[in-house]
């Protein structure tokens, strides 16, 4: 082993979230600004009530 990635590493990034409606849609256009590689995102809901959850499944 050189020390040299031979393979391209990619990045995951696992945000946890809990009744965040009224901010996901600018958390995400601010994510998919500043990420300039294709990037795995996962989002992970704490119960949410206010219908976190419901937005991301039809919207992203």
Do not use: A
């Not at 946890?16 to 994510?31: G, Q, R, S």
């Not at 795995?40 to 937005?55: L, N, P, Q």
């Amino acid at each position: 082993m050189t020390g040299t990635l031979t393979n391209k590493s990619s990045l995951s990034i696992i945000i946890p979230v809990l009744n965040e409606i009224d901010l996901i849609t600018d958390f995400i256009t601010h994510l998919n600004e500043v990420l300039q590689d294709p990037q795995e995102i996962i989002f992970v809901d704490g119960g949410s009530t206010y219908g976190t959850w419901k937005w991301l499944q039809k919207n992203y």
